[in-house]
């Protein structure tokens, strides 16, 4: 993690879908000082979930008896989450662009895309099991 970060908050789940409400209750709670900020809240809202989402079903192919973390730091400036899987992993830097014609119609494939264009930076640990979504903050 950056320098800088402070860990505020963690949660836990077990790999599977039914947890995604369990998620969006734990970003409303570490993003309740900033609930005032619309964008960011909906930013975060989908790109956390969306993270996670491909944790459950990708990582960990939704076995229920692993795990995926979430941690929510926060600087003076920005506020992160890091998504951490118990999978394999997978190369993030060699992904297939959904708005490619060949690729529109396809039902899966836009959950990076979208983390990429949600949150204000994106890094994967080596592996690719672990993903850091970093929002500015304004104030």
């Known amino acids: 993690m950056n320098d800088g970060f402070t860990l505020i908050d963690s949660l836990t789940i077990p790999s599977t879908l039914t ?26 809202l989908i790109a956390v979930t969306e993270a996670v989402n491909n944790s459950i079903i990708h990582g960990n192919k939704q076995n229920a008896s692993t795990f995926v973390e979430i941690d929510f730091f926060k600087t003076h400036e920005s506020i ?34 979208l983390m990429r264009n949600l949150a204000d930076e994106v890094v994967y640990n080596d592996k690719g099991n672990e993903v850091t979504l970093i929002f500015i903050i304004h104030g």
């Open 19 to 44: 947890n995604i409400s369990k998620v969006e209750m734990f970003i409303d709670k570490v993003c309740s000082p900033f609930s005032h900020d619309e964008d960011i809240y909906g930013n975060v």
């Open 80 to 113: 992160s989450f890091r998504i951490r899987d118990s999978g394999s992993g997978f190369d993030h830097g060699n992904l297939p662009d959904p708005t490619a014609p060949e690729n529109i119609n396809n039902e899966s494939g836009r959950g990076v895309f």
